[in-house]
C-alpha cells in the first residue's frame, strides 16, 4: 500500500529530505542527529517499515565498527584514556567521534529510505525528466537495473552451485574468488541491460522534445506546511550554525553547554513540530482512508 | 518494381555495426505499403533485428555505424525525421518487455512516451486510458509493473506503443519470452491493431504459426540480404531452396500433399488431408519408431524416484505431493502452463530449493548430497545460456567447471568438444559465438562433469528453427548414448519430436503422464498442431515429419 506522504508534491519530498541531508552533513551535536533520526523514526513508524529501520542498521554496523576501530586506532587526541593496548592510549574523544561520524552514515542512509517512502518514484521520474533529463535517465536505468540484477544474481548463483563452484567458502578472499564468474555475468548483463534501456527510451522520444506532464500536481496545503517547516527548519540551522551554537568539537572539550545550548533548543522544537506535522498529517489520511473504504 | 503508394521505402540499404568489418545488411530493397502486416523471417544472425532498427532510425541514430542507401517513411527519410516526429510516426516493442519498461506503475509507463514527445496533458490521459482499454488491461492500470507476468507486461509495452497513435509498429520477437499462450495474445492483439486502427505492422518472430496468418507479406532474410519478399501465397508456392520451415506447420503438410493453391486455414488443410484420406484404403499409421525403441530398450532401472514431493515459496504451495520416477536413458518432457511448477520441479530435484517428502536418485535421497556430489549426478542448463560464460575461450570454460570440481584429468574437455562439434570453436571466446553455439557451451560446460542426468530448463528459448533441430539431434545423441535427459518446455513441437515420456503440470501436480501418445492424443491445448489436423484420421501422428511418412506411405 502506498503511504500517505506519496500524495504529497514530489518538490515537497525532495526538498524535505535535503534540508534533512544538509544538516546532518553540516553539524556534528548529537542532540540535533537524534532530532533528525525521530523525524526518521516517525515516517518508519507511520508507514509501517519497521524493516527498512533494521536493515538500515544491519547495513550501517560493519561500517560504524570499521569506523571506530580506524579512527581509535589513528586517532590519539583527547583527554580522557579508555584502555592502553600495546602501548597504545585509545581515548573516549575518539570513540564518540567515530560513533557520531557514523551514525551521520546512518542517517543518510535512513533519509534516503524515507525519501523512497515518502516520494511517488514515478511522479519523480516524470517531473525530473523534465528538468534534468539525462540524468534522470540515468537514475532511471540504475533503479531498473538493481532488481533485475538481484534477480539473476539468484539464477546464477543456482547454476554456478551446481558447477561446483563453493559460493560458501569460508574467508573472505575465498568468498571473493568463488562470486568473481557470478559478478563478471552481472556486469556484462548489466552493461548491455543499460544498453538496451537506453536504446528503447530513445526510440520512445526520450530527450526529442519538451516533455509535457502526464500527471501535473498542484501544491496542496499539506506541501505549503511541510515546505515552510523545512524551510524555517533549514533557516534556524544555518542561523545557529552561524552563532557557532550547532558545533560539537568532542577532541576539544565537549562540555554540556557545546551539546545543548538555545540554538539546539530552538532546532529540537522545530524537530517536534516536523514530527508533529507528519504524525498528524499521516493520521488524517489513514482515517480518511478507512472512510472512503466504508462507503 | 517501386509502388508510388508505399509507406516505408527501403533502397540500397546496407549497414555495419561500428567496429565490424561485414555488412549485417547487404542492398536491401523493400517496400511496405499503408497499413500491411510484414512478418519478417530468417535464421538468427540474418539481419532481421537490424532492418527493424534501421526503420525506427535506431540504427545509425543510436548505434553508429556505416550505413548506405536510403530509408524513407512517408516520402521523407527517417534520418531527416525530427527525434519527436519520427518517435511519434514509428515506434518498437521490443523482445525483452524488462528492458523497454522504465516506470512502476502501468498507466504511468504507458503515459511516459507521450510526455516524451510532448503531446499536451490533457490529451495524454485519454490516450493512455484508451490504449489500455484496447488492449483490455484496464484492470492493471496501476498495478506495479515488477508484479505483473511476462505476458502482462510485453501487453503494457504494446498498449504503450499504441497510445502514440503511431503510423507503424516494428515488434521485435515479442513473444519469445512468453509461454505459448500470453504469446497467442499479442500476436491476436497485434492482429487486431493493425486490423482496427490501421497500423503498419512490422513483425520479426521465430514463431511462425499465428505470425503467418495475420501477415499481409512475407520477407525473409538470409545473411543480410532478402531471399524473398511477397504475399504469402507466393511463398508457399516459392520453389528452389526450401525454406518451408517458415510456414506454419499445416501448410507444410499442404504442400508436402501435393496442394498447389495454400490452403486459406487449417480448416482447409484438415479437408484436404480427409479428402486424401478418403480416396485411399483407410489404414491405421503405424509409424511409431520412438515408442518402438523405447519399449525395446527395456528401459526398467529405476534412476530418481520422486514420492509425495511438497514445495512451496512462502506460505503457498508450488508442487503439491507429486509422485513420478524416471528411468536411466528416459529422454522426459515436462510442459504445462506458468506457475504450474515445471521449473520448481527441477530446482527441486537437483536439491536446489527445499523440499518435504522424498526424492531419491541412484537409491539416496538427494538432500543428503553435497553440492560437489550433487554436481556429479545432475547437469543443470537454465533457459539463458549466457549464464555458462564467464571465461575468455571455450575451453577454459569447460576446465572452470572440472576445476570446481578439483578434477586435474582434462582430457573430457576434449570428448565433449568434439562430441558438441565445438572443437573449431575451442579457443574462441565464447561471448562472440552464435546463439547455437553459445547453447552448445552451455551444455558442453555441464557435459564436461560426466553428470548422469541431463536437466535443461526451456533450453529452445528464442532459438530459430534450425538451432532447435541441431539442439533436438544433440540431445537424442546424448540420450542414446544412455544419458537421461529431462527437460522443461512450452515448445511442444519440439518436445514431441524428441522426447519420449512426457509429464504435463498444472497447478503443482501432474495431470498426465506416459507416452506421446497417451499424453496428446487427446490433447485439447497441449498437443502439436500436426495432431490437430490428422487426430481424426491418424490419431498417433504428431510431427510433421510423421505427417510425410503418412502421406508418403502405402497404408494410407
Known sequence: MDSAFRKCNVITTSLFCAVLTVVIFSTDNPVILLGIFMINLAVFSVTGSWNKLLNGFRMFIPFSVVTILINMIFVYEGRITLFYVLGKRFTLESLIYASILSFKLLLIIYVFMILELMIDSDRAASYFSAKIPKTTLMMMIALKLFPNMKERMGNLRDVYYLRGVNLNAEGLREKVKSNIPIMSILLENSLDGAFDIGEAAYVRGFLSNRRTIYDKQSLAVIDFIILGESLMFLLAFIYVKLRGMAEFEIYYGAVQMTVINQGVIIITGMNLVIIATLLLYSFKESRERVSDEGQ | MKDNNSYIRIEGLSYSYPEEKGNVLDDINVEIGSGEVVFVCGDSGSGKTTLGKCITGAVPGFYGGTMKGSVTVNGIEISRMKHSERASEITMVFQDPERQLLMSKVHREIAFGLENIGVETSHIKRRVWESMQFCNILDLWDREIRTLSGGQKQKVAVAAAIAYMPKCIIFDEPTSQLDPLAAEEIIALIGKINRELGTTAVIIEQR????????????????????????????????????????????????????????????????????????????????????????????????????????????????RKLDCSVCRGDFVGIFGPNGAGKSTLLKAVTGLLKYRGSITVEGSEVSRYRNREIGKVFGYVSQNPNDYISKDTVYDELRFTLDNYGITDYSSIEEVLKELDLEG????????????????????????????????????????????????????????????????????????????????????????????????????????????????????????????????????
Not at chain 2, 220 to 234: H, N, P, T
Not at chain 2, 519 to 548: C, E, H, L, W
Open chain 2, 208 to 319: 511462425v504459426e499465428r505470425c503467418f496468418e495475420i501477415s499481409d507479406k512475407i520477407l525473409l532474410l538470409d545473411k543480410g540480404r532478402v531471399c524473398f519478399y511477397g504475399s504469402r501465397e507466393e511463398f508457399y508456392s516459392m520453389e528452389g531452396r526450401d525454406w518451408s520451415r517458415y510456414l506454419p506447420v499445416h501448410l507444410r503438410i499442404a504442400k508436402h500433399a501435393g496442394a498447389v493453391e495454400m490452403p486459406a486455414s487449417i480448416k482447409e488443410t484438415r479437408r484436404l488431408i480427409s479428402a486424401i484420406s478418403e480416396g485411399a484404403a483407410a489404414q491405421p499409421y503405424n509409424e511409431d519408431s520412438k515408442r518402438l525403441d523405447y519399449d525395446l530398450r527395456g528401459n526398467k532401472e529405476e534412476q530418481l524416484r520422486i514420492k509425495g514431493l511438497s514445495v512451496g515459496y512462502g506460505s503457498g504451495e508450488v508442487i
Open chain 2, 425 to 556: 570453436v575451442r579457443d574462441k571466446n565464447p561471448r562472440d559465438l552464435s546463439g547455437g553455439e553459445r547453447q552448445r557451451v552451455a551444455i558442453a560446460s555441464v557435459l564436461v562433469n560426466k553428470p548422469r542426468i541431463l536437466l535443461l530448463d526451456e533450453p529452445t528459448r528464442g532459438l530459430d528453427s534450425q538451432l532447435k533441430l541441431q539442439l533436438g539431434k544433440l540431445l537424442a545423441k546424448l540420450n542414446s548414448e544412455g544419458m537421461t535427459i529431462i527437460l522443461v518446455t512450452h515448445d511442444i513441437e519440439f518436445a514431441s519430436e524428441f522426447c519420449e515420456r512426457y509429464l504435463l503440470l498444472f497447478s503443482g501436480e501432474i495431470i498426465s503422464s506416459g507416452t506421446r501418445e497417451e499424453v496428446m492424443r487427446d490433447g485439447i491445448f497441449y498437443t502439436t498442431a500436426a495432431n490437430k489436423i490428422f487426430r481424426d484420421i491418424a490419431p498417433d501422428i504428431f510431427t510433421v515429419s510423421q505427417a510425410k511418412g503418412w502421406l508418403s506411405s502405402d497404408g494410407r
